[in-house]
């Protein structure tokens, strides 16, 4: 029986790091007016634009992200278990939709934790598109990748060589902020 050769990769933002948290911190600490804290977490979990929402409460969009990068911590356990995958021998990636710039200044904030063998944007990868994977993993002359993410939309990766697990926090603070049933039930 042969080994497969697996490889690790993980999304960054609500994964990662504990990314719409921060956010929502963000524009209730920049907003001079009372923001009403349900309403931005449903945003935040639709998805939708953080420029457009700063404009909407006619918040400064380079002050409410300066505030985020403050506010966005990592999560420490799923660090600690990469880690230790990469101790054992296993690549591990990055692969995120934001852009570059977005990724690289978030990745301060665990600098000196875990460093990936390649870190993969939207600039030079699309989630959605199976040949980026195959092609990935082809490169890195591996089998099979193990990939963490968060989001049922978009890290539920329709490849066949994808093994895709979402981490539980994020579907508890859906829950928490009774966004859950606007999504679907999962």
């Avoid at 911190?25 to 349900?38: E, G, M, R, V």
């Avoid at 911590?73 to 990469?86: D, E, F, G, H």
């Avoid at 959605?128 to 994977?133: K, R, Y």
Wanted: neutral net charge; aromatic residues 10%.
């Amino acid at each position: 029986m042969q080994n497969n050769r697996i490889i690790i990769g993980c999304d960054l933002h609500n994964t990662l790091l504990f990314s719409n948290k921060a956010w929502v911190s963000a524009f209730l600490t920049c907003s001079k007016q009372k923001i009403n804290k349900k309403i931005i977490e449903e945003k935040m979990y639709q998805k939708c634009s953080r420029k457009k929402m700063a404009a909407e409460y006619n918040l400064d969009y380079n002050s409410v992200l300066e505030k985020y990068h403050e506010f966005v911590t990592p999560n420490a356990k799923l660090i600690k278990v990469l880690k230790s995958m990469q101790n054992s021998g296993f690549k591990v990636f990055l692969i995120s939709s934001s852009t570059k710039e977005k990724v690289y200044k978030d990745l301060l904030k665990i600098d000196n934790c875990i460093k990936f063998d390649q870190v993969l944007t939207k600039e030079n990868f699309c989630k959605a598109q199976s040949t980026d994977w195959t092609t990935m993993i082809d490169d890195n002359d591996a089998d099979l990748m193990i990939y963490i993410g968060n989001d049922y939309d978009e890290d539920v990766i329709n490849n066949e060589r994808v093994v895709s697990l979402l981490v539980g926090h994020f579907f508890k603070e859906l829950k928490d902020s009774n966004v859950i049933s606007e999504r679907g039930d999962l």
